[in-house]
């Protein structure tokens, strides 16, 4: 028993002195304590039990307990003996560090009286001190003040020496100074200053600017700028141009040293950040002069009470603003764009130019397009013109796309709401009148085979390049969000179509041979089919990856498994649509077999119930011909093939005739042998039948059509075994199934798949086989 713990050990102790003693007449226990711990009971109560006969155990309990207990002491006092040495050294060491903590924190007292006292004594010079610093502090500030000033009315002055003796150049880099000053001052809280400062920067850059855009001015005159209509190459150039080109450097140079100021005094807000467009650098200084005289005649015609002011002609001003583009980009590129190289401006002359009558163009469009809100027509045609204006822009102009262009007045959310609902009921009044129309469901290009694979209707092609259209008009746009929008349109157009489609084919279903079901099926492949080849077009992928981070405000909420998909490329935008037209077009075909296979049953029922047990055989015969009970059946078969081969498209028409040629399969194995017995005679007749008249009228569409009817096939060449091949095979079938229980089995027996491969046989089972046997009537 393992030796208890000091605990136990001082209760087993007390307890057993004077707990579990018993009068010699068993009456009475006699106890010192009444309070018995639990552990001494249970030890008692294990060791010597309620037994009387058990108290015999009391005294060896007890001598060993003792022997236990004894142990423990000796091992307390072993432990006890070198504990004092340990604790008397660490005492020690605790009371020499108390010891010297008393010590520190004295002296720490001491001095912090006496820092106290010196603190005190001190104040009054701190404050002392502190004023005269606060003064000090002003008198420098006021003297930085005085001096800022003095610098102010020092370049000032010079700026006026320099004006005075024609010297522009040093003129202008005192006015750049000026301006850094400017900029320099604006944390500085300095209002009045920087207001004067602001005020003597503005008068001089003034009187600088104007004359040097008045000396620019009158050189570009000179040089016949604008050009208003296409410059025409001049045979004799005159005498002074190359000094006009000569002084048009220097003033190009000069104006752009006024940039800064002219920036700094600039400080209205920029229209185009009101009107939705992202903010952008202002133009140069000398792009902004040369724009002046064509932004005088863009507002002279078409503001006010103009006639070419026309809402209902944008391509007025649009096109203008192409020409100007185009007729002066030559001068920008040959005269200007040299000169800015020339002094390291980083300005693209020919993209200034555009940027700055692209924004006449802005501000005209943001005019009018809210006046157009209510009138469809007319905001139909200016969707329109902008799209070919931004077109021409990108293309020909090569205008950046990371600059804004005209599309972005169409985001505003009004007009982008309005162009939104346009697109819509124009989609859904352009479906309407293909569908009604005479033509609606017959092939424009049913007279080209070369063009004619899809046979798709001509409402589905004229459907298909709707969206199409749709999508080049939104293709450009520079906001995702709204080319989500359009995407979240196109997506609800192909869900009306194919809704228009199911009830045109629920009309059209009591007739699914007809050639409108046939097109109807044609036209709901052929938008699966372009929809599967959107989904894999870069653009398309784009916007997949844009729907996933905010798809789900335009294109609803997307699931963890949608969004994944969508995120991984293994879906696509149009997953869904997909499998509606899917299941769409699944039905229809569906609709179709049953149809056809409706027909061939009915033309296949003299076949089935010919007399195949009394057929002669092929030997009394002088050549074989096809059963007279099949001709029904099979030209039945020519027709609706050669019919639909003619009015489905080749995908539609494949999946057709390999659903046709199984569930035929099945049809002849079920109706035909597996309901019929079969002399030799007879089973030589249905495997001519099959193998030179059923299987021909496949093989026009694969090479190996008797693989579609591998029923049919093993089934012949079951019934067609001569005696002993089919006796061995059945002997096979019988002791692997274990009829033959006598008989002990070959272990070099093959297996009955085994036989049935030899002969050709793989998809039908053993059981078939056994079946297909006893139809047999040669042996019986």
């Not at 659903?659 to 109706?671: I, M, N």
């Not at 026009?700 to 089934?715: D, I, L, M, Q, T």
């Not at 998809?763 to 040669?778: G, K, Y």
Request: glycine share 4%; with cysteine; proline share 5%.
């Amino acid at each position: 028993m393992a030796a208890p713990t000091v605990e136990e050990d001082k209760y087993i102790s007390s307890s057993i002195s004077g707990v579990i003693l018993t009068d010699d007449d068993g009456s009475k226990p006699v106890s010192e304590d009444e309070n018995v711990p639990d552990f001494v009971l249970e030890l008692v109560q294990q060791e010597i039990g309620g037994d009387i006969k058990s108290l015999k155990k009391v005294a060896p309990l007890l001598e060993k307990l003792t022997a236990e207990n004894k142990l423990l002491e000796e091992q307390v006092l072993t432990v006890s003996s070198s504990v004092p040495l340990r604790v008397s050294a660490a005492l020690t060491a605790a009371e020499q560090s108390q010891s010297n903590l008393e010590n520190l924190l004295q002296r720490e007292r001491v001095l912090s009286n006496t820092l106290q006292q010196h603190l005190q004594g001190a104040q009054s010079w701190a404050d002392s001190l502190g004023q005269t610093l606060g003064q000090l502090d002003t008198l420098e500030r006021h003297m930085k003040y005085l001096q800022c000033l003095a610098h102010i009315e020092e370049l000032s002055d010079s700026i006026q020496q320099f004006l005075m003796t024609n010297s522009v150049q040093e003129a202008v880099g005192a006015v750049g100074k000026m301006a850094s000053l400017d900029m320099g001052l604006q944390d500085s809280g300095c209002s009045h200053l920087q207001a004067f400062l602001r005020e003597t920067l503005r008068f001089w850059h003034k009187i600088l600017k104007d004359k040097l855009a008045s000396d620019f001015e009158e050189v570009l005159t000179q040089l016949h700028w604008p050009f208003i209509s296409p410059p025409t190459p001049s045979l004799s150039p005159s005498a002074n141009t190359q000094e006009l080109h000569g002084q048009l450097e220097p003033l190009v140079s000069q104006l752009l040293s006024l940039q800064i100021s002219d920036d700094l005094i600039s400080e209205t807000p920029q229209q185009m950040s009101r009107l939705g467009i992202p903010p952008s650098p202002p133009l140069s200084l000398p792009i902004q002069i040369m724009l002046q005289p064509l932004s005088k005649r863009f507002r002279y015609h078409f503001t006010g009470n103009r006639q070419t002011n026309s809402l209902s002609k944008p391509e007025w001003y649009l096109t203008q603003v192409l020409m100007w583009m185009g007729n002066n980009s030559k001068f920008m590129e040959e005269r200007i764009q040299p000169i800015l190289d020339r002094v390291g401006a980083n300005i693209n002359a020919k993209v200034e130019l555009c940027r700055g009558l692209l924004t006449l163009a802005q501000e005209k469009l943001a005019s009018d397009a809210p006046r157009l809100l209510y009138d469809d027509t007319l905001f139909c045609h200016l969707v329109d013109e902008v799209l070919q204006f931004e077109k021409e822009l990108r293309t020909t102009h090569t205008y950046p796309p990371s600059l804004p262009g005209a599309l972005h007045i169409l985001l505003e959310e009004a007009i982008f709401q309005k162009w939104l609902s346009v697109e819509k009921k124009m989609a859904v009044e352009k479906v309407d009148a293909m569908l009604s129309a005479e033509g609606a469901w017959t092939s424009q290009y049913r007279d080209i085979t070369d063009m004619d694979e899809l046979k798709a209707p001509d409402c589905a092609e004229t459907f298909m390049t709707l969206l199409l259209v749709i999508t080049d008009r939104y293709r450009s746009l520079p906001s995702s969000h709204a080319q989500l929008s359009f995407l979240a349109l196109q997506r609800e157009l192909v869900d009306d179509f194919r809704l228009r489609l199911t009830q045109v084919m629920k009309e059209e279903s009591r007739n699914p041979l007809g050639a409108r079901y046939c097109a109807i099926l044609n036209a709901a492949n052929y938008i699966s089919t372009v929809l599967s080849d959107w989904g894999d077009n870069v653009f398309f992928l784009q916007l997949q990856q844009a729907a996933v981070s905010e798809g789900e405000e335009v294109l609803g909420p997307l699931g963890a498994t949608e969004a994944g998909r969508l995120a991984s490329l293994e879906g696509s935008l149009f997953e869904e649509l997909l499998g509606l037209l899917e299941r769409l077009r699944g039905d229809m075909l569906g609709r179709l077999l049953d149809a056809v296979m409706r027909d061939v049953k009915e033309k296949a029922q003299p076949y089935c119930r010919d007399r195949w047990i009394s057929l002669p055989s092929q030997c009394d015969q002088a050549t074989m011909s096809l059963s007279s009970s099949a001709c029904p059946m099979m030209l039945c078969l020519r027709d609706h093939l050669l019919r639909l081969q003619q009015m489905l498209c080749l995908p539609l028409f494949q999946v057709f005739w390999q659903g046709l040629a199984e569930r035929l399969d099945l049809f002849l194995y079920q109706e035909v042998i597996l309901a019929n017995h079969f002399n030799e005679g007879g089973a030589a007749q249905l495997q001519f039948d099959m193998t030179r008249n059923l299987f021909p009228l496949f093989g026009h569409y694969c090479k190996r059509p008797e693989n579609f009817f591998k029923h049919v096939k093993e089934a012949c060449i079951i019934l067609s075994l001569k005696v002993g091949p089919a006796l061995l095979l059945c002997e096979v079938l019988k002791q692997a199934k274990g009829e033959n229980r006598d008989e002990v089995l070959d272990p070099h027996q093959p297996s009955p798949e085994a036989a049935l491969n030899e002969l050709g046989v793989f998809r039908l089972a053993p059981s078939d086989a056994q079946i297909l046997l006893n139809l047999r009537s040669a042996w019986q």
